[in-house]
């Protein structure tokens, strides 16, 4: 079983609609979640990074951790065009020693 | 946040020769910087751990002799790839924890090598 589980979509929506990412994992000694975007042909960009168990806001971006379902969302309200990218969820035990990446989700946003 | 470059951006080399790829954080200093490999469609997988005055830490399935990494100041890591061959054609990725803060990573643009 992978450390970290990510449907790779693609995911296809369109332009306006809310946009469910999730990640689940195995390992329950992860504190921290990170969730990354990537562009085609640049490295991924940080875009929410929460501790433990929660919801966390960022303008049209909100994650989530279930630690007891060891299940992680993002969701992104309002989709742009421009969100059309490839999203990494990541997280890390509290050493930052174990790091793993999820596979990505390649998501478009139809205008 | 933080800025990482990475140069060159793009490179193509012969099969047999060494290419040398740099990452840098311009803003602050950093004692760890992380290297990945990124195959088209597949994730991140974590190469080696540089670190500033000592030696990295590779994953376990990394050559340490093929993937040379250099950490020679707190602003400059350098990977090398000796004697590469058309599959280490790859996206090469390298990241900086600001602060020590190992949860909160920032990458450079990436490298693409192509092996020909």
């Known amino acids: 079983q992978k450390e970290v589980e990510q449907d790779p979509g693609p995911l296809s929506v369109p332009e306006g609609a809310i946009v469910s990412l999730n990640c689940t994992y195995s390992n329950s000694a992860f504190q921290y979640f990170m969730w990354y975007r990537q562009y085609s042909r640049k490295g991924p960009e940080l875009l929410m990074y929460?501790?433990?168990?929660g919801n966390k806001e960022d303008g049209r971006f909100t994650a989530q951790v279930d630690k007891s379902s060891k299940y992680i969302s993002l969701f992104i309200r309002d989709s742009q065009p421009s969100d059309s990218a490839t999203y990494l969820c990541a997280m890390s035990d509290p050493t930052g020693n174990q790091f793993y990446f999820g596979t990505g989700t390649s998501l478009t946003v139809i205008p | 946040g933080a800025v990482v470059s990475q140069h060159p951006s793009w490179v193509i080399c012969k099969s047999g020769t060494s290419v040398k790829i740099e990452c840098r954080s311009l803003d602050f200093q950093a004692t760890t910087m992380f290297w990945y490999r990124q195959f088209p469609k597949q994730s991140l997988m974590l190469m080696a751990t540089s670190n500033e005055g000592s030696k990295a830490t590779y994953e376990q399935g990394v050559e340490k002799d093929k993937f040379l990494i250099n950490h020679a100041s707190l602003t400059l890591s350098t990977l090398t790839v000796t004697s590469a061959h058309p599959e280490d054609s790859s996206f090469y990725i390298c990241s900086a924890p600001p602060a020590g803060n190992y949860n909160e990573q920032f990458f450079g643009p990436g490298t693409r090598l192509t092996v020909l």
């Open positions: 929460t501790y433990s168990s």
